[in-house]
């Protein structure tokens, strides 16, 4: 406190905010999942929680979920980040805005598209009809895995495309110089070095898909898993349990520290230190393998981009009802969409704006003290900024409202719990973003301007904060677009007045009314395309810059 009192006072602020909004809900919604209708404590929830066949099935289905669609995705993101890395082939370049378009297109509309292409009365389905072929119901185990399969695997795609891209070449060299062959120089040399950069995809892969809300909700009726189970118990006309509710939120925040904790041990078990800065060249292929590459690429840019482009004829297209009739042309779902969306749009970009600006402020300064001010408290803040990413959207809002639903700070009902949720929902990936150009700042620098009597708080804005400006506002980008696309915390925390796009697009889904949804989501993808085009063109923002 003596030698820094600005930097300690920060510090101290972080340790509150997070200690407040995020630890106590935690350990509030932990503690009721032990106390009973009586009042009592005790294991007698869990013991029901089990005995009960409809508990008990949602969650081995988010087990079976998560492990499927994490495999899946990283087979996909895997095979594409190998392809990218080290091969040369045409087209090569059209996998850099994959995750770009993953992100920008809400989980909501991506259930919603795949039901127009792939549903029972959908366009594939429709063209089929003739030949007598159908394919099977998409409320199925294998709808749901292919549909979270092509919203998850752009996680593994860019952790393991930059763990290859940090491999030092004199290793891989120094292998194929002894006579190695190309393969098993890749699975001896290449695939221990990438190993952090496989499990932390892995963790990242299963802690979104246990925590989806949107497709699940939509696709998943048949297969109930515990994100959507316990919101369902939470909004139960008939009285929903409380302490199931709490169980299940505990148990999700289980699952992904059990997950966080099985990565941490296995990767520190080793040491994967090398020379960086020399990355392995791209080969070039041509002939049978770059026809095939580029076939691989083609078909994944085609699935990525789908959805975006069904919703935008489908919102274009007439329909009576749930029948839509593709081929002819109307403005009547957009007129209404846009007639209707002005509040749900408003409330949506001001949350997001308010998340953003106080989230970017904050992961700046928790980013310069883990990097900058290096100590064990630094260290616990560090982790405890990344605990959101292992919470479901649904838990943490069911946690702010039985936390902040009475006593000294009633938040629940008001806007500002929902921002809340955006923020604590978003600063994981703030920080990470801020932390990898800090590390590029040479400490001699501020230092310089400390040791000519400028104060530490100033040297930061005029040294430190120019030099990683680019990657703040890359941050802010992102954590705009995913402030707008957020469902699965607004599901729980929005109440009359103050409903969003996305929660609009899934009340439209849920009844049927799916051309009208499109218009929806297509006012939503404008809203965020048109910000970000903005910052990309005007500001030369780069996204990609903070993956």
Known sequence: ??????????????????????????????????????????????????????????????????????????????????????????????????????????????????????????????WLRDTGWQIGSLYSWWGLIFVMTLNSYVYAFVMILVGLKAVDRNLEEAALSLGQPLHRVFTGVTLPLILPSIFGAALVVFTHVIGSFGIPAILGARMPVLAVKAYNEFVSELGGNPQMQTIMASLLVLLGVAMLVVQKVVIERKQYQMESGRAPLAIPIRGVPATLATIAVAITVILSLAPAIVAIVTAFTPSKGPVLSYGGFTTLHMMTALTKSAT????????????????????????????????????????????????????????????????????????????????????????????????NVKDSIEEASVSLGVPPLRSFFKVVMPLIGPAVAAAAVLMWVTSLSELSATIVLYYGGMSTMPIEIFQQVDSGRLALASAYSVILMLAIFVPLAVARWAFRVKVDAIQ
């Open 344 to 439: 749900p749009l408003w409330n949506s970009l001001s949350l997001a704006a308010i998340a953003t600006v106080t989230g970017v402020i904050f992961s700046v300064a928790v980013a310069y003290l883990v990097v900058k001010r290096r100590s064990a408290l630094t260290g616990a803040l560090d982790v405890l900024v990344m605990l959101p990413l292992t919470i479901a959207g649904t838990v943490l809002g069911i946690a702010l409202v039985n936390t902040f639903n009475t006593g000294w700070l009633v938040l629940t009902g008001t806007w500002i719990i929902m921002a809340l949720a955006y923020f604590l929902r978003r600063i994981p990936n703030s920080v990470r973003a801020a932390v990898g150009p800090l590390h």
């Open 1 to 126: 406190m003596k030698r820094d009192p600005a930097w300690t006072m920060v510090m101290l602020g972080g340790f509150a905010v997070l200690g407040l909004f995020l630890v106590w809900p935690l350990v509030t919604t932990f503690a009721y999942s032990f106390r009973g209708n009586d009042g009592g404590y005790g294991l007698g929830g869990y013991a029901t929680f089990f005995r009960n066949r409809g508990y008990r099935d949602s969650l081995w289905n988010t087990l079976i979920l998560g492990g499927a669609v994490t495999f899946t995705s990283m087979v996909v993101g895997g095979a594409l980040a190998v392809l990218v890395a080290r091969c040369k082939f045409r087209f090569a370049g059209w996998v850099a805005a994959l995750p770009l378009v993953t992100l920008v297109i809400p989980d909501v509309v991506v259930a919603a598209a795949w039901t127009l292409i792939l549903g029972q009365q959908g366009i594939v389905n429709s």
